[in-house]
């Protein structure tokens, strides 16, 4: 057994790009060592938690029990032409190929895909059913996995686009750059013209830089958001993956709403106006109007009882019964094409929207959810979150250990709550039938 080791050509931490690779012979763990981490994040939320539980920080280069990781150095320690492998008693927090999940487009295609593999199989979940629009037009979509916005890869997929533009030529759509985040590069149309433009110039500009970097998605734009206080919203949902085949996912019971600073307005004076459209608190805390205190957040169990006083209790549960499907599909889709190595786990920060008919809309998932916190009450969250992590992760001594069957007892859970564990699936997922019965 080898385990890796990440040394910069200097002997010290630098830049990705200068880390060269060793292999040493495996210490097995013993009784009584101190357990080690190392982070690419100088993040006091990160550091504390392994500190609180008398871990030792290291450098990257020296034995560690668990690497928080940035995802460039995970695919490093993961590349081929290493030939390393970990060590039985090392973790690491992303598996080889997350973009699987977290890439815009490789997300959209990889839900379609599954979509499109159990139609082949005749899979009732599957099914699809019409849909009459408000302007009349009736429209087919799927009874049970239409829970992404209708999406298209451009340049690519640019007269797949075209044709359904001019099937609904009063949509309005975003369009979202494949290798940004943080809302950079987002932007929103209503009329062609405004993408051939942008088309034009990108084409000729792609032609002489092309990479995947210049890929964006153009997706439909949610225009009907639920709002609270006349505000647009989205949902911040954290999401743990210990295995993908069988595959293992919990939630984290303490998501968060983040809201934008000014009122939601469709208007096309506003089009332009991000502190309108886009909920990311990178592109709202730099409005007049933020609010340092509370950060534009607003708890879940906050959002539940919001909606059971004025929606009801049943509609309530309903919703987040639907999220909690979307992100079980979403898994699944992506599930078969996952490296599925035993050293890895990971957070997935979740993006979801609720339209104003309560249905919730997969807008994104983010491999490395930010870990710095903007109030007092995102740090008590996001501390727990790691703390509990920590707990779901470890097995039950708390060493790390790539052979254990990855069943956390019950106290382990903390306030993560089993979404799926294929293992012992009357565990985890409720029986499939009763959750299609349940969604009629
Ligand atoms: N289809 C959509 N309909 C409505 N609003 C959307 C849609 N897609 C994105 N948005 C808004 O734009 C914001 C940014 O989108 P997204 O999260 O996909 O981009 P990002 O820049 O990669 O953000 P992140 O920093 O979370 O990775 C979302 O938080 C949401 O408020």
């Known amino acids: ?167 609904y030529p009063q949509t309005t759509w975003i369009l979202k750059p494949c290798g940004k985040s943080q809302g950079a590069g987002i932007f929103l149309i209503n009329k062609l013209s405004k993408l051939k433009k942008w088309s034009r110039e990108s084409k000729t500009y792609l032609q002489h830089h092309l990479t995947s970097k210049d890929t964006y998605v153009i997706s439909r734009y949610i225009d009907n958001p639920l709002l609270i206080g006349g505000k647009k919203f989205d949902l911040r949902i954290y999401v743990l993956v210990t295995s993908f085949r069988p595959l293992k996912a919990y939630m984290f019971r303490n998501g968060f709403c983040r809201f934008c600073t000014m009122k939601y307005d469709t208007s096309v004076a506003e089009l332009d106006n991000m502190y309108v459209h886009l909920t990311n608190v990178s592109v709202q805390k730099h409005g007049s109007d933020y609010n340092s205190e509370h950060g534009g957040k607003l708890g879940i169990h906050n959002l539940k009882l919001y909606l059971e006083g004025t929606r009801g209790r049943e509609v309530t549960d309903r919703l987040f019964e639907s999220i909690q499907w979307l992100i079980v599909h979403s898994l699944k889709a992506v599930a078969h094409v996952m490296s599925n190595d035993r050293h890895c786990f990971e957070c997935y920060g979740y993006d979801i929207i609720i339209d104003d008919n309560l249905k919730p809309w997969l807008i994104e998932v983010n491999a490395s959810p930010s870990m710095t916190a903007t109030t007092v009450n995102d740090r008590i969250l996001k501390s727990k979150l790691l703390d509990n992590l920590l707990s779901v992760v470890l097995p039950p001594g708390g060493t790390p250990d790539s052979r254990w069957n990855k069943t956390p007892t019950a106290e382990a859970l903390g306030d993560f709550q089993i979404l799926i564990d294929e293992d012992s699936m009357y565990k985890g997922e409720m029986d499939q039938r009763e959750r299609l019965a349940r969604k009629n």
């Not at 040493?24 to 994040?41: L, N, V």
């Not at 290493?82 to 295609?109: A, T």
């Not at 829970?147 to 640019?158: E, G, K, R, W």
Request: charged content about 25%.
């Open 1 to 167: 057994m080898r385990s890796s080791r990440i040394v910069s050509s200097h002997g010290k931490k630098s830049g990705a790009s200068s880390y060269r690779l060793t292999s040493t012979p495996h210490a097995q763990p013993h009784a009584g060592k101190r357990m080690t981490f190392c982070t690419d994040f100088d993040k006091s939320i990160v550091i504390n938690t392994f500190k609180r539980r008398g871990w030792k920080q290291v450098m990257p280069e020296e034995e560690w029990n668990v690497y928080w990781s940035n995802t460039v150095n995970c695919r490093t320690i993961f590349s081929l032409d290493n030939g390393l492998r970990l060590g039985d008693s090392q973790f690491i927090n992303h598996f080889p190929n997350h973009y699987e999940l977290v890439r815009k487009d490789l997300l959209v295609k990889n839900i379609k895909r599954y979509r499109r593999e159990l139609e082949k199989d005749c899979n009732s979940l599957a099914e699809k059913t019409e849909v009459k629009l408000p302007g009349g037009q009736v429209i087919t979509r799927y009874l049970y996995l239409d829970f992404i916005p209708v999406t298209f890869v451009l340049p690519s997929d640019y007269s797949l686009f075209v044709e359904e533009y001019r099937k």
